[in-house]
Nanobody, 124 residues
Framework: QVQLVESGGGSVQPGGSLRLSCQAS????????MAWFRQAPGKEREGVAA???????GYEDSVEGRFTISHDNVKNTLFLQMNDLKPEDTAMYFC??????????????????WGQGTQVTVSS
């Protein structure tokens, strides 16, 4: 049984940083991809960043250069380092895992497994 558990969310001021973590069990990043998605109230869930077992990465345009996705194979943990946070980054952030290499890295339909989410709030 695959379980994904996110942590690291919180409240920060604009320009601040947070590091999200996603501990995976029952799943190994092998010939597959993992990703971070976010969902703000009243909006669709959108892909933020993805990483594959071949180290391919992809980012949504608004976070490119500010967010960095990484994966620790030993700890089996996915990370999202978020710098220069903006109020529009406020959302619930979800970890997701795919069973294989998806055709589209940042589409939610590419991912079968989801965590419960961790809240990120950026406000002055």
């Amino acid at each position: 049984q695959v379980q994904l558990v996110e942590s690291g969310g919180g409240s920060v001021q604009p320009g601040g940083s947070l590091r999200l973590s996603c501990q995976a069990s029952g799943y190994t990043l092998r010939d597959s991809c993992m990703a971070w998605f976010r969902q703000a109230p009243g909006k669709e869930r959108e892909g933020v960043a993805a990483i594959c077992s071949d180290r391919t990465t992809g980012y949504e345009d608004s976070v490119e250069g500010r967010f960095t996705i990484s994966h620790d194979n030993v700890k089996n943990t996915l990370f999202l380092q978020m710098n220069d946070l903006k109020p529009e980054d406020t959302a619930m952030y979800f970890c997701a895992a795919a069973p294989n290499f998806p055709g589209w890295l940042l589409k939610k339909t590419s991912y079968n497994y989801w965590g419960q989410g961790t809240q990120v709030t950026v406000s002055s």
